[in-house]
């Protein structure tokens, strides 16, 4: 299963991708402004181009596990991609991937590196690894 994880934020939005085997998770290119439709469009175009199975958003609980306003924004943005796409929309506790990012010090980009980790934390939670 091929997952697509987008780690949102307004401005930019992080992109990996799992292998067909669900193992591995690639970084790829951020989406400028992804809550317009333009940014939308190309998350929806990137889903098909990479035959995504499945979409994962990252929700920013807060350290206590709790949700605030930005989980509700990721919430509306997973909401406005189920509208466009036609393979199952999850939402996946993101905490920490930012500072994950950062500490590698990898010459990708630091939002789309945070959604490999996003992506690696979900498929080893999908193995049953967590």
Do not use: W
């Not at 500072?99 to 979900?122: I, Q």
Request: glycine fraction near 10%.
């Amino acid at each position: 299963m091929r997952v697509l994880a987008l780690d949102h934020g307004s401005a930019r939005c992080g992109c990996a991708v799992s292998d067909p085997s669900g193992t591995l998770a690639t970084p790829l290119a951020v989406v400028e402004r992804p809550d317009t439709r333009k940014g939308l469009n190309r998350i929806a175009t990137l889903a098909g181009e990479l035959e995504a199975d499945r979409v994962v958003v990252g929700l920013p609980l807060t350290l206590a596990g709790e949700e605030g306003a930005q989980a509700a924004v990721a919430r509306e943005f997973a909401d406005g991609l189920r509208r466009r796409l036609r393979i199952p929309v999850e939402l996946y506790d993101e905490r920490l991937t930012t500072r994950m990012a950062e500490a590698t010090g990898a010459s990708a980009d630091p939002d789309s590196v945070a959604a490999a980790h996003l992506l690696e934390s979900y498929l080893t939670a999908q193995r049953g690894g967590l």
